[in-house]
């Protein structure tokens, strides 16, 4: 529990939050030399953060050309359909920003097939590590985004689920959805997740306190069991904290 709840910050509202997310991934992105990479998520709070980046001084200080984008999950549903993480991602930011196509690497959703499609976006993510087995001294990503659901999910490894003891895949097939939209989804898995420099719990809103505080007090859901081999931070709005947590 230590790694998890150490770097813990509270904001005074939902925007804060994810100005300072912004901030904290274009250091860490303008501070590599080389490619990189960022594996982004659905919902609300990054949905802020997306908007944050697609407006200046972001749009003319990020390392665009250099930056990779990942899914850390997706739905299997069209890109035009609302509960599209892609389509989210590409809305906001994405379509606003000057990214070469070739740098956009998304879950393939124009399958009924969850177990396919993540055969091969785990192909995918080998062939732009180079290595058949991730190394935790070279991390996969730069940035993982995280959110956590009501019942404590992350990404779409569910509470109950045999994905979330997935300890070799990178990515795997959900045929069933342990929370709404109960449709298809393809996640990447723990070990996946945790190859990163940052990995950033974004958390906003007074519905998530309640879980937020099951996990401060231990419980046993698999936001809780996310780790990474390099910095976990969790970034939470004065809604989303526990009691006796107050805004930065």
């Not at 035009?80 to 920003?97: C, I, P, Q, V, Y």
Request: net charge negative; aromatic share 8%.
């Amino acid at each position: 529990m230590q790694q998890r709840l150490a770097g813990l910050t509270v904001f005074s509202d939902a925007a804060a939050l994810a100005e300072a997310a912004a901030i904290r991934m274009q250091e860490a992105l303008a501070g590599r030399a080389t490619r990189s990479a960022v594996c982004l998520s659905g919902g609300s709070t990054p949905a802020r953060l997306y908007q944050f980046l697609a407006t200046e001084p972001f749009l003319g200080t990020m390392p665009w050309d250099r930056v990779h984008w990942f899914w850390g999950d997706d739905r299997l549903v069209p890109r035009e359909d609302e509960r599209s993480n892609f389509g989210e991602a590409w809305r906001l930011l994405l379509n606003k920003a000057p990214i070469p196509p070739g740098n956009i690497h998304s879950i393939s959703t124009n399958t009924t097939d969850p177990a396919q499609a993540a055969q091969q976006y785990e192909t995918e993510l080998r062939r732009f590590y180079g290595s058949e087995t991730i190394d935790p001294a070279r991390p996969l990503f730069d940035v993982v985004l995280m959110g956590v659901g009501h019942d404590g999910h992350t990404a779409s490894l569910f509470p109950g689920q045999t994905q979330t003891e997935e300890m070799w895949r990178w990515a795997v097939g959900v045929p069933i959805a342990g929370a709404e939209p109960f449709v298809p989804r393809v996640s990447l898995t723990f070990p996946a997740l945790a190859s990163t420099r940052d990995m950033l719990f974004l958390v906003s809103g007074k519905d998530k306190r309640g879980v937020l505080t099951r996990i401060m007090d231990g419980a046993d859901v698999p936001a809780a069991r996310a780790y990474s081999h390099g910095s976990l931070i969790w970034l939470v709005d004065s809604d989303a904290a526990p009691e006796n947590r107050h805004a930065a």
